[in-house]
């Protein structure tokens, strides 16, 4: 049986570059965004074909588009379809109690690293994610690889739908260790069954921590 590599992901020196690029432009493309799109195709020009490809492809298409059509397609495939949700402990926890434990975990590894987080933002959205990442390219690169699972089936689903921003997915995708073993039977599986259900008998109303109402204007 394949199992998991205990060796902690490699970073590069461009990661932290690739991730900041990639988490503004998976936040809501309100009106500064078009900087974020700026600053996305600078950057490119220093990464790896197979990280920076896919981030220009979603830069030619926001570049293209009417700014009140991609804001509503954000909207659409965001907060409108659970199999494209943002949020990371969702993959691995359903919306069940455990998934505060991940939220906490999550707000503790961020504060212990000196990271503050706004108080309007979730501390398992990929965009936040991927911000501390670049802040903390260590760290950073551990908890995506954490949540690969969940990260490569939004990929996926993002995919499967045409979307725009799973260009940005393949792109993050890229910065991380090809899947292997156990990670690829983690996706599969995933895929297959969904993110977990609550247990049968405990209170059905979560608290709202758990189950995070859509935000339009997302994570900055």
């Known amino acids: 049986m394949k199992r998991k590599s205990t060796r902690p992901a490699r970073t590069e020196s461009w990661h932290p570059l690739a991730w900041q690029a990639q988490s503004l432009l998976l936040a809501y493309p309100d009106e500064p965004f078009s900087q974020s799109l700026a600053l996305a195709g600078r950057v ?3 990464l790896p074909d197979s990280v920076a490809r896919p981030l220009l ?6 570049e293209r588009s009417a700014p009140a059509d991609l804001a509503a397609a954000y909207v659409a495939t965001f907060d409108h ?7 990371l402990t969702y993959y691995a ?9 991940g939220l906490l975990r999550l707000k503790q590894t961020y504060a212990a690293a000196g990271w503050r987080l ?19 390219p260590a760290t950073g690169v551990r908890l995506l690889t954490e949540h690969r699972a969940g990260l490569e089936l939004l990929r996926l689903a993002l995919n499967d739908d045409d979307s725009p921003w799973s260009h940005v ?4 995708s890229a910065t991380l260790p090809a899947l292997a073993g ?7 599986r995933l895929a297959a069954q969904g993110p977990p259900e609550e247990q049968v008998g405990l209170d059905p109303y979560a608290s709202p921590v758990f ?3 859509p935000v339009v204007g997302g994570p900055r």
């Open 169 to 172: 997915l393949d792109s993050v």
């Open 118 to 136: 706004g108080d309007d933002e979730l501390p398992d959205h990929l965009a936040v994610v991927l911000e501390f990442a670049a802040t903390d």
């Open 57 to 62: 492809r979603f830069t030619a298409h926001a």
């Open 182 to 188: 156990d990670d690829r039977d983690a996706v599969l």
């Open 44 to 46: 490119a020009g220093v």
């Open 93 to 101: 926890y359903g919306d069940t109690r455990k998934r505060g434990v």
């Open 211 to 213: 189950l995070p109402d």
């Open 81 to 87: 379809r659970k199999r494209c949700c943002p949020y």
